[in-house]
């Protein structure tokens, strides 16, 4: 069974940086294409950025690029997400998401197995 476990979420101040791993147990990670996408309170879920399976193409939104930094360790089987100059805006929470095919998406109907989410919270 596919099992996807995200870590590194926490509380962080304005301007600073986190690092969110995205864990897979049941599979090798580097067969799949990976989602993030992150949801706040009272908002839909938005994808913000990817990373392809075989060719290692990477996406990020408007909303992070420049910030946000996707990549992946398949030695350690796990995939990154580098967040630096992190604002008032971001706190929500993350997911990683998984499909076999070697496309980068940030549509949540593209994927299949999805992790529990980690929080982040910027406070000031």
């Known amino acids: 069974q596919l099992q996807l476990v995200e870590s590194g979420g926490g509380l962080v101040q304005p301007g600073g940086s986190l690092r969110l791993s995205c864990a897979a147990s049941?599979?090798?990670?580097?067969?799949?294409?990976i989602g993030w996408f992150r949801q706040a309170p009272g908002k839909e879920r938005e994808g913000i950025s990817c990373?392809?399976?075989?060719?290692?193409?990477?996406y990020e939104a408007d909303s992070v690029k420049g910030r946000f930094t996707v990549s992946r360790d398949n030695a350690k089987n796990t995939v990154y997400l580098q967040m630096h100059s992190l604002r008032p805006e971001d706190p929500a929470v993350y997911y990683c998401?998984?499909?076999?095919?070697?496309?980068?998406?940030?549509?949540?109907?593209?994927?299949?197995?999805w992790g529990q989410g980690t929080q982040v919270t910027v406070y000031s």
């Open positions: 998401a998984a499909d076999p095919r070697n496309y980068c998406s940030v549509y949540e109907s593209t994927f299949g197995s």
């Open positions: 990373i392809s399976s075989r060719d290692g193409n990477t």
């Open positions: 049941g599979f090798t990670l580097d067969a799949y294409s």
